[in-house]
């Protein structure tokens, strides 16, 4: 089983539309979770931390549920930009290595 | 302040031929990392270096060499190159060991092809 799990997609969306990614993780010692979004053939940048409380930035809102072990990201009001892949990562504090999921493609179609 | 750079961009080698792929940061990060990225497996770790002097292996390390040749120049060395190391390669810095938040920030990678 791969530490980070992640549903490969591709997710198709309307513009307008509301859309959820889930990532599995198997450490449960991993404490530092994020989201970061790769564009086509680009590297991938930070979207955004997830929190023990959850977080929003705008129309997106991360959220972290340790009992499961998972953290999810809820784009609303999908946009045409927002077409990318999304990947998760974890890691333990302290420790140097970060690991990935396999990422999520997302495209909202007008 | 340019972040993360890498050289070459694209590259095309014959198996069993060697190149060193590039990387600097200029965000006085300690820590930098070594990536390759392939369909359906998503980023892995190949080396990292958590501070000036030091390397460490990271999921995937057969085939790869790297030095940390300062602070800011972290390179990758392919000495025997071989077709299962046609990837994407992506250098990262991040600020661990200066805080708890340690976000990477990534190159813009280098497209590897091995014939």
């Known amino acids: 089983r791969k530490e980070v799990e992640q549903d490969p997609g591709p997710f198709n969306v309307p513009e307008g539309a509301t859309v959820a990614f889930n990532c599995t993780y198997s450490?449960?010692?991993?404490?530092?979770f994020f989201w970061y979004r790769q564009d086509c053939r680009k590297e991938p940048k930070l979207l955004m931390s997830?929190?023990?409380s959850g977080n929003e930035d705008g129309r997106f809102t991360a959220q972290l549920n340790r009992a499961s072990q998972y953290i999810s990201l809820l784009i609303r009001d999908s946009k045409l930009s927002d077409s990318a892949t999304y990947l998760c990562?974890?890691?333990?504090?302290?420790?140097?290595?970060?690991?990935f999921g396999a990422g999520t493609r997302l495209t909202v179609k007008p | 302040n340019a972040g993360v750079t890498q050289t070459p961009k694209f590259q095309v080698l014959k198996t069993g031929q060697s190149m060193t792929l590039q990387c600097a940061q200029d965000?006085?990060?300690?820590?930098m990392y070594w990536y390759r990225q392939d369909p359906g497996m998503g980023l892995r770790l190949i080396y990292y270096s958590a501070s000036e002097g030091t390397t460490d292996k990271g999921e995937v390390p057969n085939g790869y060499n790297v030095s940390r040749l300062n602070k800011r120049e972290f390179s990758l060395r392919l000495e025997s190159a071989a077709p299962s190391q046609t990837s994407v390669y992506f250098c990262a810095s991040d600020s661990r060991g200066i805080s708890s938040y340690n976000e990477q920030f990534f190159g813009p990678g280098t497209r590897l092809t091995v014939l």
């Open positions: 997830v929190y023990s």
């Open positions: 450490n449960s010692a991993s404490q530092s």
């Open positions: 990562a974890v890691n333990i504090v302290g420790n140097n290595d970060m690991r």
């Open positions: 965000m006085n990060h300690n820590s």
